[in-house]
Each structure stands twice: as C-alpha cells, then as structure tokens.
C-alpha cells in the first residue's frame, strides 16, 4: 500500500511562486510514474506535470516554462515548483503514482489572488 500526502498549498498573490511536496510512504513499483494533477472549480481534473520512471518529465503546455516537478531517486517525495502563479492556477493540485497500483494524495488547495 501506498501512501500520499501533500503539503504546501496556500494563498499567493499572482506572479508569485509556491512550492508543492508529496511525501510518499509504502513501497513504490520500480516501473511507476508519479505527476501532479490539478481540479480547477467547475473543472475535469486534468494532469499539470509527470516524472516517469526513466526520470522523464511532462508539462502540461499552460504550466510549461514556469512549473518544475522534482523527485528523489528512491521517490520517497515529489515537488513541484510553481512561479509566476495566475489567478488560473487556482485548483486542488493532487499527487498520484501509478504502474503497479493507482494511488492519489488527497490534495492541497492553492489560491492565486489577482
């Protein structure tokens, strides 16, 4: 069993940056990937940032060139990096691995005031 939970959410002004952890307990499958995944109110979850197994990263084109996703390589925690915030970026961002099992954190809001 794994398990997720993520910290660091809050409120920022915009233009601001914040930074996300996902601290991961339980054992990790060797071929798992791990992302952030972010649900915007009135909207779909949709995927923000993945770190493959092969340490590859993903961004999503609306995130790309101002989020990092960063991860230790026995992936006992995930980060994300976020600058230059908009009030757009306002969602639950969640942490997820999956491969071997499918498992999520439970969330952490961030707010970007204009």
């Known amino acids: 069993q794994v398990t997720l939970v993520e910290s660091g959410g809050g409120l920022v002004q915009a233009g601001g940056s914040l930074t996300l952890s996902c601290s991961v307990s339980g054992t990790v499958g060797r071929f798992n990937d791990m992302g952030w995944y972010r649900r915007a109110p009135g909207k779909q979850r949709e995927m923000v940032a993945i770190?493959?197994?092969?340490?590859?990263?993903m961004y999503a084109d609306s995130v790309k060139g101002r989020f990092t996703i960063s991860g230790d390589i026995l992936r006992t925690t995930l980060s994300l990096q976020m600058n230059s915030l908009t009030p757009e970026d306002t969602a639950i961002y969640y942490c997820?691995?999956?491969?071997?099992?499918?498992?999520w954190g439970q969330g952490t809001q961030v707010t970007v005031s204009s």
């Open positions: 997820r691995t999956w491969g071997s099992g499918d498992f």
């Open positions: 770190l493959s197994s092969g340490r590859r990263t």
